[in-house]
Structure formats: C-alpha cells, structure tokens
C-alpha cells in the first residue's frame, strides 16, 4: 500500500496568482480523497492532471473561505461532467446548509448522490474506514470549529515467527491464521504457547496527519504520535507570535516543535501568510527545532509506502 499526497495549495488567506489558498490530493491506492477545498482547487487539479471522478471523498477542516470556497465550484463541475458516481463530504456541521442553500437559490441540482458527514465532536473520533484505511478527526485550536485528519492504514495482522512455530510440530498451516489473528496456541497436552511467543508485532500502520488551522496545541500530540508526514500550519515566524496566538495560528517555530515532541518521521510546513516575501524563512526558523522539515509548494508530491 502506498500514500501518495500532492500540494494543491498552501497559502493562507486570499489567493494571488503564485499562491493558492489550502488543498491538498492524497491518493490512497488510487482512490482520491481531496483535503480542504480553497477558491481555485478545481484548476488546480486540472493543472496537475488529477482525474476528477476518481475522488469520492471529501475532507474539510473547517469554514474559514480559504478552506472551502471552491466546493461549490468543483460540486458544479461534476454535475456537468456528468459524474453519476457517490460523494461523501466529511466536514464541520453547517457546511451541508450554505451547499444547499447555493443550489436552491440557483436552481441547480447535481445528478450524483451527495452525502456530507457532519462533525461535531470536540474529541478525536472514528470519521471514516474501509477495508484499508482509517480516517480520524483531530481537533484543533482555531476561532471556529476546526479538525486536522489522521489518514491511517489499518493495524496489519501478525507476522508468524517461523522459526519458534517450527519448535512445534503440532502447529500445521491451518492454524496459522489464528496465529496471525492473535489467538494463542493450545499443545495437545494441555499446555498453552502464547502469541507473543509465535508471532512478531506487525509494522506500524501508515500515517498521514493533516493539521490546518491551529494555534499551539499539545493536545494533539497522541493522536499524531509518530506519523510519517505531518503537514502542520505555519502560518508565522516567531516575531509575530503574538499575532499567530491571537489569530489562533501557529509560527514555525511551534510547528517545528510539535513535530519533534511527536516524533514524526517529516514535517510540511505551509499555510504561510502572505506578509513573507520569502518563504525560506519558515525553514530556517524550524529546522534547528526539526531537521526533518520540507516546505510545501503548490505541485509538490510526496509518496511513502507500507512497511515490510
Ligand atoms: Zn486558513
Ligand atoms: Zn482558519
């Protein structure tokens, strides 16, 4: 299994011709899933050449414009692409009434079933699953109701441990997938060999963790505990940590730290405030806190794989 994500936009606020307000493709085994939808992301996908009927899944942090203000547009866009295919919306509740109410009034309908999952909980929950992955919520710090999303591979069964299986000859191939389930093993006489003992722990799951928009929080730290890629805002630099508090946004230099009390294999900065001129600076100020830090660009692409 193999996630791959690409950047579609990573600026905060307005979009301007070089710099596109938050989106991002995550492609799961080829099943798109689109995270955060700002003004503008439907010709940045054209511009990426990402199909548009194979995304089913829509995830959005929250209702500041710069998050969702191209839905309807894309909504559209599929409507007269002729797309018959479901479409599942996962965002915070109200979402679903400024959607219908803008093709109510436009006397606009869509010819594909539309389903939005509206969240509420102020706690991290079980969002969505299948058979493969995972999707978690993660609540943030922001002025308004906001969730960051845990994209997560599902828990691999055990791996068998051949060589103390081979200890013992009344363990036949049939029983290896109780082995792998976890169950324990029961000798004829009575005696009982416990998993541990048979089988070695699976490799750690995938993980993707999405974090836009918050102020500083270490409440997430558990749930994006040693995630591949974390994507955290970085709105600011530390000489506007006052501003990034206030505004309920975060500097750098606080996403960098995040990352590092996480223990996150690599950071994704973006979301950066148009305020720079020179988006180096953002590295600069989180590598000596996390060396493992990349900037987000528009077109960007990063692919990471299942462990063996
Ligand atoms: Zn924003
Ligand atoms: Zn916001």
Known sequence: MSLKLTILGCHSATPRTFAHPSSQLLDINNQFVLIDCGEG?????????????????????????????????LLSTFGLLNRKTELHIFAPAGLKEIINLQLKLSKSWLNYPLYFHELTSKKSELIYEDEKIEVHSIPLRHRIYTNGFLFQEKTRERKLNIQAIANYKEIEICDYQNLKNGKDFVLKNGNIL??????????????????SDTAYTEEILPIIAKADILYHESTFLEQHTELAEKTKHSTAGQAATIAQMAGVNKLLLGHYSSRYKDENLFLEEAKPIFDHTELSFEGKEIEIFSKT
Do not use: M
């Not at 940045?44 to 839905?71: T, V």
């Open 41 to 73: 992301t439907q010709t940045q996908l054209r511009k990426y050449k990402i199909k548009f009927s194979k995304i089913k899944h829509i995830f959005i942090s929250h209702l500041h414009g710069d998050h969702y203000y191209g839905l309807i547009g």
């Open 194 to 211: 416990t998993n541990k003992e048979l089988t070695l722990k699976p490799p750690n799951p995938l993980k993707y963790a999405y974090c």
